[in-house]
Nanobody, 125 residues
């Protein structure tokens, strides 16, 4: 069983920055992909960014390209999401997720069987 522990959420004004972290308990970190999804009240969960742990591409939702950066520290089994130039529409619960490398389209939540508990990000105007 894999456990994912997120941290770093909070409240910030528009234009500000936050950095989310997600630590995975799994000792074998190769050939997986990890990512960030978010869900605002009344909306479906959507992909924000995904990274492949053994090298490979990173993917971003169009709405966050140029503002958010996903990165990883393999030694710590941890991924990060640096969020800059935050907007009120970025307000949501942010979830860390882990899935196998070839688990379908990067943006589909169904391809990620392991999820963290979520961390709230609130951006005020």
């Amino acid at each position: 069983q894999v456990q994912l522990v997120e941290s770093g959420g909070g409240s910030v004004q528009a234009g500000g920055s936050l950095r989310l972290s997600c630590a995975a308990s799994r000792s074998s970190y190769n050939n997986y992909r990890m990512g960030w999804f978010r869900q605002a009240p009344g909306k479906e969960r959507e992909a924000v960014a995904v990274i492949y742990t053994s090298g490979g591409p990173t993917y971003y939702a169009d709405s966050v390209k140029g503002r958010f950066t996903i990165s990883q520290d393999i030694a710590k089994n941890t991924i990060y999401l640096q969020m800059n130039s935050l907007k009120p529409e970025d307000t949501a619960m942010y979830y860390c997720a882990l899935g196998v490398r070839y688990g379908g389209a990067w943006y589909l939540p169904s391809g990620f069987p392991y999820w963290g508990q979520g961390t709230q990000v609130t951006v005020s105007s």
